[in-house]
T-cell receptor
């Protein structure tokens, strides 16, 4: 079975631009979470979605938003990019929110 | 405030040695403690996880020891190999209360030298 897939793999943007990152969960998984991993740090929770509803939000500004589609895939949107948004953005899926989370390979975002 | 403190930051061991990575937490509501392994350019992969109702769990060469009273848990890698060289993260969440986002430690970079 395919694992969690994310696209694109790498992305370079300039300050002030907008970015959309995409995630496809493992087949059958209905919950998706997004994490930001800055170089040299552990992942930090951004959002969790389950059955298209937001279940949780981490300590991130309103420039960050997300949604989950009927097929359980998800998008993370970041507006007005800042240099500090440069990071690896990870998507994790689970059968239900309380189940084990499996991570995708991430999208490396560089903001210049 | 860092909710999960992980040490050491980096670790170098000889092949066959037993690296030990430690984590401590403050929030007693945490009830699920996984360990993830991450190679450069990859996402974290689940290694092993433990709940607070047991003091030890072993899967292959990986063992978690859990001390509920001290609010500490650790990962031991038996007979370490160069292929185990990676960054290891401990994490915690409150599954029982439905609060499931993972809170990660800062990671330990392990190097196993032949």
């Amino acid at each position: 079975d395919a694992g969690v897939t994310q696209s694109p793999t790498h992305l370079i943007k300039t300050r002030g631009q907008h970015v959309t990152l995409r995630c496809s969960p493992i087949s059958g998984h209905k919950s998706v979470s997004w994490y930001q991993q800055v170089l040299g740090q552990g992942p930090q929770f951004i959002f969790q979605y389950y059955e298209k509803e937001e279940r949780g939000r981490g300590n991130f500004p309103d420039r960050f938003s997300a949604r989950q589609f009927p097929n359980y895939s998800s998008e993370l949107n970041v507006n007005a990019l800042l240099l500090g948004d440069s990071a690896l953005y990870l998507c994790a899926s689970s059968l239900i929110p309380t189940d084990t989370q499996y991570f995708g390979p991430g999208t490396r975002l560089t903001v210049l | 405030q860092q909710q999960v403190k992980q040490s050491p930051q980096s670790l170098i061991v000889q092949k066959g040695g037993i690296p030990i990575i430690n984590c401590a937490y403050e929030n007693t509501a945490f009830d699920y403690f996984p360990w993830y392994q991450q190679f450069p350019g990859k996402g974290p992969a689940l290694l092993i996880a433990i709940r607070p109702d047991v003091s030890e769990k072993k899967e292959g060469r990986f063992t978690i020891s859990f001390n509920k009273s001290a609010k500490q848990f650790s990962l031991h890698i038996m007979d370490s190999q160069p292929g185990d060289s990676a960054t290891y993260f401990c994490a915690a969440s409150m599954v029982g209360s439905g609060n499931t986002p993972l809170v990660f430690g800062k990671g330990t970079r392990l190097s196993v030298i032949a």
